[in-house]
């Protein structure tokens, strides 16, 4: 047989050994589990590694989320702290004025001594009818006549005292307050600050915001913008017409409403100027009213310095030195909502860079604008609380009824904890409600008031969806990714707001 089909036939013979071989081989090899868990373990690790970036990405997004929304809030209650304080600075200033109108009157007539002039006369007066008394036959006038003669020379001492003290005042103080009123210091004071109000609002929402990031364990960048419901950035365009501040300056503002704004600064100031002049004349004038009554000083005094405030008011600055204004009044608010949340109502957006992702071959982050966070303040003047009110102890059985708050004189409430004073019968008088005192407490919402005050609530303005999506560029904020939420129905954003 040739050698070729010889090998030919020796391989046919010797496949179905090589097939035994092979087929033993993997029989063996599927009872054997040697480093079969090695190959489970490979698959178990590759999930456990996916299953760690989620969460540990999950984790981070939550926890950035927790401390941006932190810092908004931080930033927008740091600029509305600002906004409710000028407001205060602002009805301050407005009080400062009206002193200032009362104080120069008050030294013009230290100055002038007008009251000094006349009182002589009026004691020189009683010094003549007091013999008039003496010897009388009813003994009370025959003492009035020994009284005058007695008390006329102090009230003399009294008065050139006083003339003499007001006058030394005056020589330094006059000319201050004058100085004061003749450049009109108080109303460019306050309208340099209204106009840095915007200023000082973004930069201390926005240096809030930055010391937030830093004080991260890995410091981060936040910026901060503080808007108007208008959509507009505090100090941006809006500014150059409508001041940031719910604000008028009834000289310098020239628009239709002027003359109203105006004949309201006057009222006020007149009211206020009036009111501080009298508690001036009321306090240095204590002595004149119970021990120097016979000279009329006190009167004469309150007549030439309520002349000379007249003079100041209506004469010499008419139409300058006015108070600012809120700049509507309660009468011309049709919608008292949209008023409130046009004008005392900011919003507060912080924004960062995209959160880098670990393991990103591995977890993507969906939102991928998730960057910013936001707040909402109000600017309000609280109103006065409910509180108890007893009656007083010497009428029990005096009723005060009458509507909780709507004036009815009451008599001040007791300690805390005190019992009910008993009736006649021993039962406890029951209490009533009222307000609270409203000296102590004002709530007229003007600029007189300076209880002001601001705080975070939610954010439910219209305008939001447009405010989120604008990109910010103000105070050097720019290149901050703002997501497009323009499409959103306020419904929708209620939904996805955590507000």
Not at 264 to 275: G, I, N, S, V
Request: overall charge negative.
């Amino acid at each position: 047989m040739p050698n070729g089909h010889h090998k030919i036939a020796e391989r046919r013979r010797s496949q179905p050994a090589i097939w035994e071989r092979v087929v033993g081989w993997t029989q063996r090899l599927h009872r054997d589990e040697g480093g079969s868990l090695s190959i489970v373990s490979v698959f178990a690790l590759m999930m456990l590694v996916l299953l760690l970036g989620m969460v540990m990405n999950s984790a981070r997004q939550v926890d950035q989320k927790v401390k941006l929304q932190n810092a908004a809030d931080s930033a927008t209650y740091a600029g509305g702290v600002v906004l409710s304080r000028n407001m205060n600075t602002l009805a301050f200033t407005n009080n400062l004025l009206s002193d200032v109108f009362a104080l120069t009157a008050y030294f013009r007539e230290a100055r002038d001594r007008s009251s000094e002039s006349l009182a002589p006369e009026i004691l020189n007066n009683w010094e003549r009818v007091a013999p008039a008394f003496q010897g009388s036959e009813f003994p009370r006038f025959d003492q009035l006549g020994y009284a005058i003669e007695e008390k006329v020379p102090g009230e003399r001492d009294m008065v050139f005292t006083f003339s003499e003290w007001s006058y030394a005042a005056a020589e330094m103080m006059l000319p201050v307050f004058e100085e004061i009123l003749a450049q009109r210091m108080i109303p460019e004071f306050q309208r340099a600050l209204t106009e840095a109000t915007p200023v000082l609002t973004q930069y201390a929402a926005d240096e809030v915001a930055r010391r937030h990031g830093q004080a991260w364990p890995m410091g981060t960048e936040l910026r901060a913008v503080m808007w108007r419901t208008n959509v507009d950035p505090v100090g941006g365009i809006s500014e150059m017409s409508r001041r940031t501040l719910p604000v008028v300056d009834p000289v310098m503002d020239a628009t239709l409403e002027q003359d109203q704004y105006m004949s309201t600064a006057r009222k006020q100031r007149d009211w206020l100027a009036h009111r501080y002049l009298r508690a001036w004349n009321r306090d240095t004038l204590e002595a004149f009213d119970e021990l120097g009554k016979m000279s009329q000083f006190s009167d004469l005094w309150w007549t030439f310095t309520c002349g000379q405030l007249r003079r100041l008011l209506t004469e010499e600055y008419p139409d300058t030195n006015l108070p600012f204004q809120i700049r509507h009044e309660k009468g011309d608010i049709s919608d008292a909502n949209a008023h409130l949340e046009g004008d005392f109502t900011f919003v507060g957006v912080v924004y960062r860079k995209q959160l880098p992702n670990l393991v990103p071959g591995v977890f993507s982050n969906p939102i991928g604008t998730d960057t910013q966070a936001y707040s909402q303040i109000m600017m309000f003047i609280p109103r006065r609380r409910l509180i108890k009110i007893y009656p007083g102890i010497g009428s029990p059985d005096k009723t005060i009824g009458g509507i909780p708050g709507e004036g009815i004189p009451r008599p001040a409430p007791p300690p805390p904890d005190t019992p009910p004073s008993p009736d006649a019968e021993g039962e406890p008088i029951p209490w009533t409600i009222g307000y609270q005192n409203g000296s102590w407490h004002p709530h007229r919402w003007n600029l007189v008031n300076q209880s002001w005050t601001m705080q975070l609530v939610p954010a439910t303005t219209l305008t939001l969806p447009v405010i989120l999506s604008t990109p910010p560029e103000i105070n050097g904020v720019t290149g901050f990714e703002t997501p497009d939420l323009l499409s959103l129905t306020q419904e929708d954003l209620r939904w996805l707001s955590h507000h």
